[in-house]
């Protein structure tokens, strides 16, 4: 019988080795998946993952894996501060909202003045107005004690209405003859959030989703505040004995990663959406927190993270397209990824050992039986 | 605008229905939280019983096998959680976030056959004698079996939990599970069952939306239910009765927004509906900001893994 031992630290060698290790497993169940749908499994794998980057569209699709990763790291790098520390903010998706409804009513309130200023102060309103969003959860935990997790989540729906209002009343496109949605961000060229070189997909927010990934790099290497969340997370007693606020921590973390959320929704609606409308939000937010964990809740992990997610967003488009396969059985494979990744993290903590042979070192490990 | 068309009694009878998904949901949490395991996937639980519900309903043309069907497909899924959490010990919000991810797409996927289906229609047990009272008639008796299934739940719970003793042992292995284990009492069998208990109330709760609520199959048709479920149970302090309570609240908001809404009161859609979720927070902030502070009624071991040292 095979059981687990704990180890005296996490492993390395696995912390590392678990996240491709998920995403292999995750491809043979979705192989079984798929195969169960009728499709040829290695074909739709090869749709997801191969052909967005080298198939025949590629030079289509390829600028498209920016554009979908650049969320995706925005909102996962700033999550990632409030994971580490133990807070739990889930509602990133209406953070992401609210900074495409404020970022957007700031500019719209210029419209149709042209100035170089205009784009800037769209981006500084969108983080402001996730930061206003984040900060109901994060204050409320703080003064009261109220849950984040469910607070931050019923903000969502509470978003997602405002979004439908917004997109229906104030912000409705005045010359868009009675159709629900704002006017389009894309063509007023001082919010447009265009590709900055041709042919990449380099918009703004994958600028700044690049600055955020080295500056919580910096942040956590370099930082007290990200040496504070490590410690809180790690260990709260010991950051409650080091003097760390448990509050102060709460409303860093939460403000941050509202602020990125709020931006990457300006970004997303200045760019890629091009307007405030119903269906303006996808699910980006709720991606995110795979994506956090799927990165090791380290900024580069994320990078990468990001990137193969984006990749499953396109491939899971494209394998709509060719291979008529449902647009739900992407986001059960984005599900199953997160599960055999957290599934496999019982490695890096615990070993497998079989019982009966001796512990390899002379610690209490061997009473462990019991389980 | 017409506020006269609002009738109370009709108001109060629809509240019963409107609280019944909510309740099955937030019974079937609350005993897997009362022995130690926070598990965040309600909503992907409840969706899953609501098309497994639903397709089994279609198949058969009976609402009660598919019922059935339902309590099976949500306990599947909490089946998934619990190895994870319980003997892979991973994080227990993590792993139930990804359980409703898992569950919102695993529905989606298999609902797609189901749109624009009719579910078989589900009879209202018309009481014959208590029905025809004037008033409480139709508040309390003219409703579907599910209906009286939740309520004799939330009694069945309450006694299971406080007058049985293996109701003891399992609110034991919440409080403390390393004393439990040393009592000689099976902790990771215990959450086992209060976890795959709050899967099948989880499924029935869905089930109930797809097959009596709305009663049709429609992509998100839980819209976050299975997430105030979650607040109800923080609400609830942990208790049955409270539970119930919180249900009928929360049933009786959404009830009169919708009624609000068909009134042409003058208050946009959009903030009618949002108005559920507002009262979510307000009543948390409530909750855990009272003297009471309910924070200190919650299950000592809750989120807790359990890995036993001897």
Same mark, same amino acid.
């Given at each position: ?371 | ?11 109060? %009878? ?15 949490? /609350? ?94 047990? =018309?009481?014959?004698?208590?029905? =025809? ?10 409703? =579907? ?7 004799? /739940? ?23 599970? =390393? ?51 979650? %607040? ?65 009624? %919650? ?12």
């Amino acid at each position: 019988m095979i059981i687990l031992e704990r180890r005296p630290a996490p492993s390395r060698l696995w912390t590392w080795a678990t996240p491709p290790l998920a995403v292999l497993m995750t491809m043979i169940a979705g192989g079984l998946l798929f195969a169960a749908l009728g499709k040829d499994p290695l074909t739709a794998i090869r749709t997801i993952f191969w052909d967005p980057l080298f198939g025949p569209f590629a030079g289509f699709t390829r600028p498209q894996l920016l554009i979908k990763a650049a969320p995706l790291i925005l909102i996962a790098t700033g999550l990632a501060f409030g994971f580490r520390a133990g807070i739990w903010n889930i509602g990133a998706e209406g953070q992401y909202i609210l900074g495409a409804l404020t970022g957007a009513a700031v500019g719209l309130a210029f419209y149709p003045a042209e100035s170089r200023l205009i784009f800037p102060l769209m981006v500084l309103a969108g983080a402001l107005g996730g930061l206003v969003w984040a900060m109901i959860p994060a204050l409320l935990r703080v003064r009261f004690g109220t849950n984040e997790i469910l607070v931050s989540l019923m903000l969502v729906y509470v978003a997602s209405n405002l979004l439908a209002w917004a997109a229906l009343g104030p912000l409705r496109n005045p010359e868009g003859l009675g159709f629900p949605g704002s006017r389009n961000l894309r063509q007023w060229a001082s919010s447009a959030n265009l590709e900055l070189i041709p042919g990449t997909g380099l918009h703004w927010g994958a600028v700044a989703a690049l600055v955020a990934v080295c500056a919580a790099y910096g942040l956590f290497a370099r930082h007290v505040f990200g040496f504070a969340v490590r410690l809180a997370g790690q260990s709260p007693r010991a950051a409650a004995f080091a003097g760390i606020s448990p509050s102060h921590l709460v409303i860093g973390c939460m403000g941050l990663s509202g602020a990125l959320a709020g931006m990457a929704g300006l970004f997303e609606v200045t760019g890629p959406a091009g307007q405030i409308s119903i269906d303006f939000a996808v699910g980006y937010g709720f991606t995110a927190i795979i994506v956090a964990f799927l990165g090791r809740l380290h900024p580069l992990g994320i990078l990468a993270a990001g990137l193969l997610m984006a990749l499953t967003y396109i491939g899971g488009e494209m394998a709509q397209l060719q291979l008529g396969l449902p647009a739900a059985a992407i986001q059960l494979f984005q599900g199953m990824l997160l599960f055999f990744l957290l599934a496999m993290d019982v490695l890096t903590t615990y070993r497998l050992r079989l019982k009966g042979r001796p512990a390899p070192e002379p610690s209490s490990a061997a009473a462990e039986g019991a389980r | 605008m017409n506020l006269s068309g609002i009738s109370p009694v009709l108001l109060l %009878a629809s509240l019963m229905v409107a609280s019944t998904p909510i309740l099955l949901a937030a019974l079937g949490e /609350l005993v897997a939280e009362r022995s130690g395991v926070l598990n965040l996937g309600v909503e992907g639980m409840m969706i899953t019983g609501a098309i497994t519900g639903f397709a089994v309903a279609v198949a058969t043309g009976s609402p009660w096998i598919g019922f059935v069907g339902a309590a099976a497909g949500g306990a599947a899924l909490s089946l998934l959680f619990a190895v994870l959490v319980l003997w892979l010990r991973s994080n227990q919000v993590a792993t139930g976030l990804a359980l409703t991810l898992f569950g919102i797409g695993l529905a989606a996927l298999v609902g797609q056959a189901y749109v624009g289906v009719r579910a078989p229609v589900f009879a209202r047990l =018309d009481l014959p004698v208590l029905g =025809d009272l004037p008033i409480l008639g139709p508040i309390l008796f003219r409703h =579907d079996a599910v209906v009286y299934l939740g309520l004799g /739940l939330v009694a069945g719970v309450w006694w299971f939990l406080h007058r049985t003793r293996a109701g003891l042992r399992l609110r034991a292995v919440g409080e403390n599970h =390393d004393a439990a284990h040393a009592l000689g009492y099976k902790v990771q069998l215990i959450r086992l069952g209060a976890v795959l208990f709050g899967g099948a109330l989880a499924g029935l709760g869905g089930a109930y939306l797809s097959l009596v609520r709305v009663p049709q199959w429609t992509q998100g048709v839980t819209a976050g239910a299975g997430w105030i479920a979650l %607040a109800i149970v923080v609400f609830a302090s942990w208790r049955p009765w409270r539970l119930l309570l919180g249900a009928w609240l929360f049933g009786g908001i959404s009830v009169l927004q919708l009624n609000l809404q068909a009134a042409r009161v003058p208050i946009p859609v959009e903030v009618l509906s949002m108005a559920p979720y507002v009262v979510t927070i307000l009543v948390l902030v409530l909750i855990s900001s009272g003297r009471g502070r309910a924070a200190l009624a %919650a299950p000592g071991s809750l989120g807790q893994p359990f890995h036993a040292a001897r």
